[in-house]
């Protein structure tokens, strides 16, 4: 005889109420910066105590999604990649296995999407990725760090592939690495080759020619890979 399945346990109150609040925004269509009724109404409307719902809307302004304006009240929140970020699990940002998958992820976005890029591209495009490009052989040259710069330089590359999400996806994997580099013991001890690898993307592209933005893009992503795998073995072990 099969024994009685314990019961399941029904999520926690705030939990309910947070979906309740998402169901909401999206219902009703609200865009960042709308106003929500305040906790009170909120409250009444769903029938449970203010501290449930002041619980949820912690939760849901831990992710962005909802933003308390001292004496204003609360409103939709402007989505922040950096939020998103901020409540990735800790593992993802220390596993260097992880980090590879993400790059090998990022790696097939960017080949995918660099003839597109190519055929988009406008003059504005050309003289930001050439001085981007000019930027980061200075400060590579004086050892500084261009991070800002590496990150701007494979937005504007994109910019107008006309795929907002894919922006997105790329930004978000970008911001990641950069997290777990300041995390971990990942360390560009080339910033010169880094530099170059750039260099080569920007000059392939300007010239139309994306077999050699593709060589460079693989260029740029092996690069990439020998830092983790520096790391490994600087570690002694495979994470």
């Not at 024994?3 to 169901?23: D, G, Q």
């Not at 593992?91 to 260097?96: A, K, T």
Request: charged share 25%.
């Amino acid at each position: 005889m099969k024994a009685i399945r314990p019961l399941e346990r029904p999520p926690a109150l705030f939990e309910s109420v947070k979906e309740s609040i998402k169901t909401y925004i999206l219902e009703n269509q609200l865009q960042a910066g709308d106003p929500l009724p305040p906790e009170t109404e909120l409250a009444a409307q769903l029938g449970v105590s203010r501290n449930s719902v002041r619980e949820a809307v912690r939760a849901l302004e831990s992710v962005g999604i909802l933003e308390t304006r001292r004496g204003s009240g609360l409103f939709v929140g402007e989505f922040s990649l950096e939020s998103l970020l901020d409540n990735l699990p800790y593992v993802l940002m220390s596993s260097l296995q992880d980090l590879a998958d993400l790059f090998e992820i990022r790696h097939t976005l960017e080949a995918a999407m660099i003839g597109t890029a190519i055929a988009n591209l406008t003059q504005g495009q050309v003289e930001q990725l050439q001085y981007l490009v000019e930027c980061m052989r200075q400060n590579a040259e004086r050892g500084d760090d261009f991070c800002q710069e590496d990150r701007e330089f494979h937005q504007c590359l994109f910019a107008n592939v006309g795929n907002n999400v894919l922006l997105m996806l790329l930004d978000t994997f970008w911001l990641t690495f950069r997290k777990a580099s300041q995390q971990t013991d990942i360390q560009d001890i080339e910033p010169l080759n880094t530099y170059r690898s750039h260099a080569a993307i920007a000059a392939a592209v300007i010239a139309r020619d994306e077999t050699k933005a593709l060589a460079a893009l693989d260029w740029h992503y092996d690069d990439l890979n020998n830092r983790l795998q520096r790391t490994r073995q600087e570690r002694g072990w495979e994470s």
